[in-house]
């Protein structure tokens, strides 16, 4: 069955067609209205969401679909300690298809194991965010005409920032993209994406300290939001945080065609006179995000049976070898829920395969 935990979960053949299929509907909305009648949807939102949350909704309601579900689990049985493990079985019983969001790094990859239906990645904790990658790929593809050769510079919270990580993965796979990371030492790129071999060989990365050193040669800028909270010396963030803000004079030498792109919410790394800037594609990237979530909900339930559209094998380390790891990272599912630890070897490097976090030998 397929799930969408990590966007490498999908080929790049299966990464086009959804894109594609997303197209379509922009095109003939009412070709699709009834794709999904009888089907239902369950959003399991275990952290707060608008934008995630609502654009699912609106998808599967648009598909002729219903959705059930909750977003604040203090209202479900969560709240009387079941696993989330436990809860995604029953759901399965209910729903065709589940969203799951969740603090914990690598829920999902856990709902997986578990479910009888196909499972969707909304966001597990600061590790990885699939759908919004579909949403950024529809969006760069609509605004610049491609998703090869391109320059693009992500600015603001690379560490954190799980849209990011799964947005470098995804477009590593098309050729001659270069990355340039533009973020303050203390939220630079996590070590398993920048130094990952795979990653290297396809995509190129460079590390600059200011947006404005590179302003004029990129075809998309995607803005994040510097999190405060996440600094542990106030005056190291307020030395910081305006070099990561982007207003018109900032803007004034970049591309004509260049798009900006921010998986939003934004705080104030995005000054409101950018707003009117024919570049400034955010609110856009909104919609495209609602689009792009029907074309997958419909391929994941076409390609529930299909045999040609699996998950991708993954090297595992066996039950004995995983048995002398743990996993390093405390908001790992695996460190907060009785699941079954998974390991494997990337990068000459033993990692969580719930989180990709370095594992620890005991
Ligand atoms: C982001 C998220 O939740 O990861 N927002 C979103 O899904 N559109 C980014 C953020 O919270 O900063």
């Given at each position: 069955m397929k799930h969408l935990i990590d966007p490498t979960d999908l080929t790049l053949e299966e990464t086009n067609n959804i894109v594609a299929l997303a197209e379509e509907i922009i095109a003939h909305p009412e070709y699709y209205t009834a794709r999904m009648k009888g089907k239902k949807l369950a959003t399991l939102f275990y952290e707060p969401s608008t934008r995630t949350r609502l654009s699912f909704t609106t998808a599967m309601l648009e598909l002729g679909g219903t959705v059930l579900g909750f977003d604040n689990p203090q209202n479900s049985s969560v709240s009387k300690g079941e696993t989330m493990q436990d809860t995604v079985r029953v759901m399965g019983c209910f729903a065709d298809i589940i969203a799951i969001r969740h603090h914990i790094e690598g829920a999902p990859f856990a709902a997986a194991e578990v479910s009888r239906v196909p499972i969707i990645n909304a966001g597990d904790g600061s590790h990885s965010h699939p759908t919004q990658t579909l949403t950024d790929l529809l969006t760069i593809k609509r605004e610049i005409g491609r998703l090869d050769n391109l320059t693009i510079g992500f600015c603001g919270?690379?560490?954190?920032g799980r849209t990011v990580h799964s947005l470098i993965k995804a477009l590593a796979?098309?050729?001659?993209n270069k990355v340039i990371l533009i973020a303050p030492d203390d939220l630079k790129l996590p070590d398993y994406i920048r130094h990952d071999e795979a990653l290297q060989q396809t995509i190129e990365f460079r590390e600059v300290s200011t947006m404005e050193e590179v302003m004029p040669e990129l075809d998309v800028l995607y803005m994040t939001r510097v999190q405060k909270e996440r600094f542990l010396d106030e005056e190291e963030f307020d030395r910081v945080k305006d070099s990561f803000v982007l207003n018109l004079e900032k803007l004034a030498p970049a591309k004509k065609t260049m798009a900006i792109l921010h998986p939003l919410p934004r705080v104030n790394e995005i000054l409101p006179e950018v707003d009117d800037d024919p570049r400034a594609a955010y609110f856009r990237q909104v919609e495209c995000g609602k689009f792009v979530r029907m074309a997958l909900l419909s391929r994941l339930l076409d390609w529930k049976n299909d045999e040609a559209h699996g998950m991708p094998e993954k090297k595992i380390l066996s039950r004995d070898e995983s048995a002398s790891y743990v996993c390093?990272?405390?908001?790992c599912i695996c460190n907060k829920e009785p699941v079954k630890k998974y390991f494997r070897v990337l990068d000459g490097t033993v990692r969580c395969s719930y989180c990709d976090s370095k594992a620890k030998q005991i």
């Open positions: 919270d690379l560490r954190f796979r098309y050729n001659g390093s990272n405390r908001n």
